[in-house]
DNA sequence: CAGCATCATTGACATGGGTCAACGCTCTGG
DNA sequence: CCAGAGCGTTGACCCATGTCAATGATGCTG
């Protein structure tokens, strides 16, 4: 059995609360599981029966309108926590953008846990009031943002969460790989696909990015970028 | 003194969780304060200093690009907890939308208090899900929805939200005071108040609602408006 | 290596909603 | 009762972005 204790999200991911004894006990009600590119691990509407913590990989959370217009209102990365603890029903799908791990708990087995563990209940509320003001923010964009903005704004985001993730000391790195197609990168800036890339050309033609292929961003100029995203 | 144990929204806000004793210590940290129509409590950016509860009325937040325009990510009403406990700083700026009263908090103080009382701490838990849950579901609205559709969902969970702050058995309500000028619920829905008031003078001449004053809302056909709304 | 599916780019055109401007209603204070 | 301010409505026009369609890359599979 794979332990908490060699957990490479252990000292990031809400269970960072715990101590050895304690890990213990939810190393038995926790599962590691593989999660394939494209599979759905929840789908909007349904009863929350699972929650998880992502060990590896990118997934997206959407909700999509009934003629099925989709809006990906989350991105989620190692260690951030996935499903609806303490309710009833899962607000949104949860899908794997590229092959990834998550640490998956039974709802009921994690709220009992985490009733009597206040101080991983105050972990999950930190990365829950983290996670709203994240949200709100990026109402700004949707509500008031032009497109050019909304990708200039994306990219920015996307080095800084992945400079973040990886160990580069907090800096945003100027080259990476999208986690995202076009169409998921539309989907999470509320456009289309077509006016993405006709965003991300313009911005290449300024000279501001490059994109050596399809899933390669690199940043040349990034007080311009800021400027494009509308900062400042 | 003016005492929690008789305070209106006792028993919904997160001081629910607090036995008679612990209410009695919060009553010593929180004070009971007036905010008039307009007035700002908090302001976007400004060190998170206060937290507070709404015994009454109805405030916005709100975030701003640099040059001006307005999102409004948030309504919130009685009961209801604003403010970023754990946090260094605030967000997003909170006004008062008509005149209100809060449950004011300094924040070290509340933090302290919330450390200490795990039964709020889940409470406030519990409301910041269901927060991130309604800003997520709001992403869709200002991401893929047209401006009818934006309008028509916008009367209608108003309708909904204000059933359940007064005690009509949590039906909607068919007439209703709108606590937002049409900018606001411009800057709230993404659009323009021309726009906004071009779909409603065309629901209500389509006959789905009436308007018999501008900040009085008649819903005349609810399956209509559900239509509109784009919940099919 | 050919054939096919998937993903992305580009162009031509259409349109929803933004912009600008005029006007109307309502309330307040003198 | 009038003047002015604030808020809302309506109309004319325009442009950013969506829509539709063709073409180009990339990579997988047999």
Redesign the interface.
Known sequence: MTSCQQCVVRNRAICSSLSAPELEVLNKIGRRVPVHRGQTLMWEGDDSLLVANVIDGVLK?S?????G???I??VVYPSDFIG????STT??SVTALCDAQVCLFTRSAFDDFA?TH?EL??K???R??????R??????L????SAGERVATFLLEMAQRLADASCSGGDAVERFELPLTRQQMADL??LTIETVSRQLTRLRQAGIIDLPDRRTVVILDHEAMEAEA???
Do not use: I, Y
């Open positions: 959370l909700t999509s309108t009934a003629d217009r989709e809006q209102v989350g609806r603890p303490f309710g607000q949104h009733r206040p209940e105050h999950l509320l930190q829950t009031l983290t996670e709203l003001d949200a709100r923010h990026w109402m700004l949707l509500g008031r943002k800036l509320g509308g900062n400042g």
